[in-house]
């Protein structure tokens, strides 16, 4: 089984400062690993995903990700922040050969003040 | 492209009552799944049906859900009798093909208040 664990509840930020949503994962298996966002009263959205390849994965928004196989982690960042970015985000793992699950962490909500 | 499709956007019911939650998926889309979204246990994953076939409804809570898929076009998660903590935002959503690679598309979600 795979478990997430966001670190942050709650991130709050000034515009245009960088940002860094904390993602760890557990699993006995290899994972694919994913961002989404979700803005106020709208479903979630794909922000990047890590499937293999380079461990640095580049996103919608200018947000991009580290996967990092030691540490079981996949943090989300970017550098300058809008206010537009106020949403709550979800990390979210599924095993590479297994079923068609996503196992989401709890959140991560960022406010963004001006 | 239209999105994903869900009714209703809100329901409130009352308690005992039967609830019918609606999704349609993307076009071309064979696979759909159904969340629900609380605050004490974030997102869960109910069941996800592939090819309209059930595959995992492991996370369905009692025997009070059920879900169907009559075509790959439609489908509906059925609570019978409704309980006060089966408030919450549900969500459908759906992904082109079956693999564990393949970005799902959510829908805006039904919210759920039972009283």
């Known amino acids: 089984a795979q478990s997430v664990t966001q670190l942050d509840s709650q991130v709050p930020v000034f515009e245009e400062a960088p940002v860094e949503l904390r993602c760890n994962y557990s699993s006995s298996v290899s994972v694919y690993l994913f961002w989404y966002v979700q803005y106020p009263n709208q479903g979630l959205q794909l922000l990047l995903k890590y499937l293999s390849g380079s461990t640095l994965v580049k996103g919608i928004n200018g947000f991009e990700a580290e996967f990092n196989k030691s540490q079981t982690s996949f943090h989300l960042r970017k550098p300058s922040v809008h206010i537009s970015d106020t949403a709550e985000y979800f990390c979210?793992?599924?095993?590479?050969?297994?079923?068609?699950?996503?196992?989401f962490g709890q959140g991560t909500r960022l406010t963004i003040n001006p | 492209d239209a999105g994903v499709i869900q009714s209703p956007r809100h329901e409130v019911t009352e308690m005992g009552q039967e609830v019918t939650l609606r999704c349609k998926p993307i076009?071309?889309?064979?696979?759909l799944f159904w969340y629900r979204q609380t605050m004490m246990r974030g997102l869960e994953l109910l069941i996800y049906?592939?090819?309209?076939?059930?595959?995992?409804d492991s996370g369905m809570p009692e025997d009070r859900f059920s879900a169907k898929m009559p075509n790959a076009s439609f489908s509906t998660l059925k609570i019978q009798p409704s309980e006060p903590r089966d408030s919450a935002v549900y969500f459908c959503?759906?992904?082109?093909?079956?693999?564990?690679?393949?970005?799902?598309?959510f829908g805006p979600g039904t919210r759920l208040l039972v009283l």
């Open positions: 959503a759906s992904s082109k093909t079956s693999g564990s690679r393949e970005t799902q598309y």
């Open positions: 979210a793992v599924s095993e590479r050969q297994g079923a068609q699950k996503l196992v």
């Open positions: 076009s071309g889309h064979n696979s």
């Open positions: 049906f592939n090819n309209n076939v059930p595959i995992d």
